[in-house]
Nanobody, 119 residues
Framework: VQLVESVGGLVQAGGSLRLSCVASGNIFVINAMGWYRQAPGKQRELVAGIINGGSTNYADFVKGRFTLARDNAKNTVYLQMNSLKPEDTAVYYC??????????????WGQGTQVTVSA
């Protein structure tokens, strides 16, 4: 199983950026997908997640600014980030909790993508 993230980028404060993450491989079912982020010197933290039924969960610091969507047919999640702030600067990681075709429950991470917001 692989998680492939889109390239992040550099954006000015107040701007927008969209990240995507595609899961591929021997997947039976994806239970949940989401995005975490890690800023320098800080722990990795949840940004937003979506479960199989479609319910989403957002960290307080992104509510009203970020939107997470999922395309089940494509095993893809999209994170639309609006009104970006310099404090959103971090490496963003895609995460998937899934059942493989071997019926093994597994957790996978993407390679991480840098998002930098300039003041």
């Amino acid at each position: 199983v692989q998680l492939v993230e889109s390239v992040g980028g550099l954006v000015q404060a107040g701007g927008s950026l969209r990240l995507s993450c595609v899961a591929s491989g021997n997947i039976f079912v994806i239970n949940a997908m989401g995005w975490y982020r890690q800023a320098p010197g800080k722990q990795r933290e949840l940004v937003a997640g979506i479960i199989n039924g479609g319910s989403t969960n957002y960290a307080d610091f992104v509510k009203g600014r970020f939107t997470l969507a999922r395309d089940n047919a494509k095993n893809t999640v999209y994170l639309q980030m609006n009104s970006l702030k310099p404090e959103d600067t971090a490496v963003y990681y895609c995460n998937a909790n899934l059942v493989e075709t071997t019926m093994t429950l597994s957790d996978y991470w993407g390679q991480g993508t840098q998002v930098t917001v300039s003041a």
